[in-house]
């Protein structure tokens, strides 16, 4: 079983989302340790990008914010290295193709495997052109993590058929951000992916309180919030892991409580 496998093992995953650098790289390293000792079962890491096209305001100003601070690709592998000598869940990182590309794809998944991240999400890479990027992932044992929206439709049989790591389903359509409600109907979508693989899949946009996390949990097999962390600690900046901690655990609370 992979590691990002046994992050659901038996269990609902819980899977927040914050961006390196923002507003340190110090607090994002105590952000990790503190959601991990609140009940985190895996997390997503986003490296910062000029042109986040997937994301609503709240994660685009957390990546303008690492940006300004000159956080680069090179600095959050150190910091992840540093994180593998005491954190255990998964670390899976959220970026664009161009942050790869850039990079240079073996060295950036060499560096991924050295420092222990475990999966990669690029939201811009189709399921068309994933190759390019998942078999030089493959070679290092990184999973590239596949996204199911509602708009894939014929598509999600193929894209679950093939999925590693865990599916990211999302929500609802348009970028990321805190919705009062979600609409989109998340059950089916979870239904026919199933029908097609027993890789895990965990929900994602719009979630931004316990009891929605909780609801999307029931229906799938994990919940994932972003927006309504990053404006967090956007709120309290270096004293954000402690509120961040807190906002986890009552998350964890209400998955037992549903």
């Known amino acids: 079983m992979s590691k990002i496998a046994e992050a659901f093992n038996n269990k609902k995953?819980?899977?927040?989302?914050?961006?390196?650098?923002?507003?340190?790289?110090?607090?994002?390293?105590?952000?990790?340790?503190?959601?991990?000792?609140?009940?985190?079962?895996?997390?997503?890491?986003?490296?910062?990008?000029?042109?986040?096209?997937?994301?609503?305001?709240?994660?685009?100003?957390?990546?303008?914010?690492?940006?300004?601070?000159?956080?680069?690709?090179?600095?959050?592998?150190?910091?992840?290295?540093?994180?593998?000598?005491?954190?255990?869940?998964?670390?899976?990182?959220?970026?664009?193709?161009?942050?790869?590309?850039?990079?240079?794809?073996?060295?950036?998944?060499?560096?991924?495997?050295?420092?222990?991240?475990?999966?990669?999400?690029?939201?811009?890479v189709p399921f068309e052109e994933k190759a390019e990027f998942e078999v030089v992932a493959m070679e290092y044992d990184v999973d590239f993590i596949s996204m199911i929206a509602p708009t894939s439709k014929e598509r999600i049989d193929m894209i679950a058929k093939e999925a590693k790591g865990f599916i990211y389903v999302v929500s609802s359509l348009g970028v990321t951000g805190t919705r009062a409600e979600i609409n989109s109907n998340i059950k089916d979508l979870v239904e026919r992916v199933r029908k097609n693989t027993d890789v895990p899949c965990a929900v994602g946009f719009g979630i931004s309180n316990p009891k929605q996390a909780a609801t999307m949990a029931g229906i799938s097999d994990g919940a994932i919030v972003g927006s309504a962390i990053v404006r967090m600690i956007e709120k309290y900046g270096k004293d954000s892991p402690k509120e961040v901690g807190r906002f986890v655990k009552d998350i964890k609370e209400a998955y037992h409580a549903s």
Do not use: H, W
């Not at 303008?64 to 998964?90: H, Q, S, Y």
């Not at 073996?106 to 560096?111: C, G, H, L, T, V």
């Open 13 to 124: 995953a819980f899977i927040p989302f914050i961006t390196c650098g923002d507003p340190d790289l110090e607090t994002t390293k105590k952000l990790v340790i503190e959601m991990e000792a609140n009940g985190a079962d895996l997390i997503e890491l986003g490296i910062p990008f000029s042109d986040p096209t997937a994301e609503g305001p709240v994660i685009q100003g957390a990546n303008i914010r690492a940006l300004l601070n000159g956080i680069t690709t090179d600095d959050i592998f150190g910091m992840v290295a540093e994180l593998r000598e005491t954190v255990k869940i998964p670390l899976v990182f959220m970026t664009y193709a161009n942050v790869v590309f850039s990079y240079g794809k073996d060295r950036f998944f060499a560096n991924c495997k050295n420092a222990g991240i475990d999966g990669i999400i690029l939201p811009d």
